[in-house]
């Protein structure tokens, strides 16, 4: 079974700019769950879709913001970039039962000049 | 709100020695308890999680987990480490609510190192 691919794996962009990230959740995974994984933050919740619904959302800005479609695939868009979002963004897939097992992909990283 | 602490950012340990990752939580109401390894350049791999019941957890590539409420403590253990355990560990905690699903809280992480 394949596993979580994300992409791009690595993303430049410049202040101001916007950007999409994507997800493809392992077959069968209904939930998608976004973080954001910095050196002094560490490890940050920005949302999960469940059956194309945002069931928990964390304590970011508007400016981060995500979707999920119908095929489970997920994508996060970033608008306004700032140099504090970059970042390693990781997306996780599970069942959606809640309080399960997460498959986590090998993250997209965004540097922003 | 929900917080969770690993007071070690840093556990060395030589090879076939136990190793012992420290966390506590807080949170109101029982807590739901994750383990998470990161290895270089890749996302996160699940080791072992507490819902309920038994207090000793056991997960994958012979970790285990003990549950202690009135310390609020869920310390990783090992009792043997190897080389390949080297990586940085990450303790997560979710509190059950209608709408809580998969909303974790992550712990700063610690980087094991196993020395030959």
């Known amino acids: 079974k394949a596993g979580v691919t994300q992409t791009p794996r690595y993303l430049i962009k410049t202040r101001g700019q916007q950007v999409t990230l994507s997800c493809s959740p392992i077959?069968?995974?209904?939930?998608v769950s976004w973080y954001q994984q910095t050196p002094g933050q560490g490890l940050q919740f920005l949302f999960e879709y469940f059956s194309e619904t945002q069931r928990n959302k964390g304590n970011f800005p508007g400016r981060f913001s995500g979707r999920q479609f119908s095929n489970s695939r997920s994508e996060m868009n970033v608008s306004t970039l700032e140099l504090g979002d970059s970042a390693l963004y990781l997306c996780?897939?599970?069942?959606?039962?809640?309080?399960?097992?997460?498959?986590f992909g090998s993250g997209t990283q965004l540097s922003v000049l | 709100a929900q917080s969770v602490a690993q007071p070690e950012d840093q556990v060395n340990v030589a090879e076939g020695n136990p190793l012992t990752v420290k966390c506590t939580y807080s949170?109101?109401?029982?807590?739901?308890l994750f383990w998470y390894v990161q290895y270089p350049n890749r996302g996160l791999q699940f080791l072992l999680k507490?819902?309920?019941?038994?207090?000793l957890v056991k997960g994958s590539y012979g970790f285990e987990a003990e549950f202690n409420k009135s310390q609020t403590s869920f310390h990783l253990k090992k009792p043997s480490a190897l080389v390949s355990d080297s990586a940085l560990y990450f303790c997560a905690v979710s509190v059950p609510a209608r709408t809580a699903g998969n909303k974790l809280t992550f712990g700063g992480g610690t980087r094991v190192l196993v020395k030959p």
């Open positions: 949170v109101s109401g029982n807590p739901y």
């Open positions: 996780a897939s599970s069942v959606g039962t809640g309080l399960e097992k997460l498959f």
């Open positions: 077959s069968g995974h209904r939930s």
């Open positions: 507490y819902i309920t019941g038994d207090n």
